[in-house]
């Protein structure tokens, strides 16, 4: 069983900065691509960030978060972050951090993701 929790949300000034982490329990983080998303209120859930698993070296962005949003990983502490500088009014959302037992590669694809966390949310105010 594997079991995704997310902390670090909270509310912010627009230029501010937030770092969230998701505590992977269960087994095969080393192995797991994982991922951030998020919901906007009232909106489709997006993509964020992912990262691969042993190599912890490819990642990749929505065009929204690059340059602003770094996402990078723990294996030790089976942990992933996002670390969110620069923050703007619209990036306010629930996040979720996501894994999967069988992608190779980083996706920004949310199908391609088994286990999901039950998120955190993140408030940017103007």
């Known amino acids: 069983q594997i079991q995704l929790v997310e902390s670090g949300g909270g509310s912010v000034q627009a230029g501010g900065s937030l770092k969230l982490s998701c505590v992977l329990y269960?087994?095969?983080?080393?192995?797991?691509?994982m991922a951030w998303f998020r919901q906007p209120p009232g909106k489709k859930r997006e993509a964020v960030a992912s990262i691969d698993g042993n190599t912890r070296t490819t990642s990749t962005y929505a065009e929204s978060v690059k340059g602003r949003f770094t996402i990078f990983r723990d294996n030790a502490k089976n942990t992933l972050w996002l670390q969110m500088n620069s923050l703007k009014p619209e990036d306010t959302a629930t996040y979720y951090c996501?894994?999967?037992?069988?992608?190779?590669?980083?996706?920004?694809?949310?199908?391609?993701?088994?286990?999901w966390g039950q998120g955190t949310q993140v408030t940017v105010s103007s």
């Open positions: 996501a894994t999967s037992a069988t992608l190779s590669r980083p996706t920004l694809y949310p199908d391609e993701y088994h286990y």
């Open positions: 269960g087994y095969g983080f080393d192995d797991f691509v």
